[in-house]
């Protein structure tokens, strides 16, 4: 319900809301996703100078790239944040990691989005970690803007690419721009809806403005400067137009088709395009789903953006994103009304109010305080705990999103401490990591040592090295017996009960505490089941703090 307001006001509150555009940037790992991030800071403004990703001497690095060991590997480990404006609109830009080992960490990004930008090596396609994160998009039929990148590459043929990533996506590709040659003979895009061709250039310090720009209608000059080049491209982007539908602007946003766009994000050719199709094409924030027990029965209800109703859902916690103040902040997506400074704000799975010391928009480390906000923004808050993972925070209106999810683990290692001094940094470290989702922290209900929980092996060189780094704990991980788990509820608790007493040294406690069966082969679950048929094992749940008797 849109608050009581004047005419004026409520206007400027509509307008605040369809001018934002909130999206993630996607890809496999090197296929250039967050040197397309800092193009697209560059562009609009947001950075005067884009870093270098893998310069490891170099004083710059990515702007995304904020924790030390990003900028020592040259990789993404953790989704990053930033803000910026462009063509009057607020655009709220997600980077995520493409390393499969961070996937969870991606997953949780993609629901605090309306839009994803896919970004595509042209010289190896659709590789298996798109294929991942295409999947989690195509389930929330979140609509995808492709972007093919390193054109000026030794690549594969353009009509492969986009019969590839139709196949990929199960959706039609629409070219909106077209390469013409490719490696050392790249020589531009042609734009199909402007019918002009941009000339390449390479070097990273060029601007949109430095390229030139040929009219279609100069197509003699265009086959006497660019030959048989030219000539192939007009034929194959014929053949690929002839081939794939009109544009449709509301098949795109129901998830039905996928515009593409051309270019090389390192030499800031072809980004342009992709930052004002974000504008034009992309939507503005969008309804989502609140569900609620009321009398023990889900009541689900779509919450529109321009609701007034202030409300928010957070998808990342990050903890010492400042070390010298040892702060955590809670990375809230607003999905509807308006936050502005003072307001009396409610976490709905505690009930409790939460009175954050800061709030803050980003770009990606820098911070500036929220003098106010709208949904689909992106915002930060400032806490010292409370606050999970799923977490819905209100103005007071009982609602609980949903879709934030928490994957089983498949790697399980046990923590030794080096120093057994440092116990209690250790289990602030674990708790507060285990809390913002950079691993799963397990505490065998039996006691002994802590169990970490990981989708991929990576995700325990980064959680060692923190601890070492934020909160001085040495320790040594080391294998264990476990290789899974799975997390349980019951119709009742007095099965709960007996099921815990049957297997007490199988159960442990989770970040949310929720409580969770190990598995030390594939066959533990199944023979579990038979025993106890009424007993609920879950591969994935759904949001920080869900309770046992709910779930059931």
Known sequence: MIPDLPESSMSTYLQEVR???????ISHPDAGKTTLTEKLLLFSGAIQIAGSVKARKASRHATSDWMEIEK?????????????LYREHVINLLDTP??????????RVLTAVDSALMVIDAANGVEAQTRRLIEVCRQRDTPIITFVNKMDREVRDPLDILDEVEREL????????????????FGGIIDLRTQAMKVFEAGSERRPQDFETIPLSEQAALSDRFGHD????LESMELATGASPQFDREAFLAGKQTPVFFGSGVNNFGVMEVLDALVDLAPSPRARTSSLLVNKQPVVKEIAAEDGTFSGVVFKVQANMDPSHRDRIAFVRVASGRYSPGMKLKVQRTAKELRPTSVVTFLSQRREAVEEAYAGDIIGFTTHGGVQLGDTITDGAALQYTGL???APELFMTVVLKNPLRTKQLQTGLAQLGEEGAIQVFRPEMGGAM???????????????????????DVRLESCQYTGARWI??????ELREFVNAYPARMAQDAANTLAYLCTSPYDVRLAQERFPKIHFHPLREHAGLSLQSAA
């Open 405 to 407: 999810p928490f994957f």
């Open 451 to 473: 169990l970490l929980g990981a989708v991929g092996q990576l995700q325990f060189e980064v959680v060692q090295h923190r601890l070492k780094a934020e909160y001085d704990c």
């Open 72 to 84: 020592q590997r040259g990789i993404s480990v953790a989704s990053s944040v930033m803000q910026m």
């Open 170 to 185: 199960g959706m039609p590709c629409v070219p909106m721009t077209w390469p013409v040659g490719q490696g050392k003979s």
């Open 489 to 494: 509820t019951a119709d009742t608790p007095a």
């Open 19 to 25: 001018r934002r555009r909130t999206f993630a940037i």
């Open 98 to 107: 493409g390393h499969k080992d961070f996937s969870e960490d991606t997953y």
């Open 230 to 233: 030219f000539a192939t491209a």
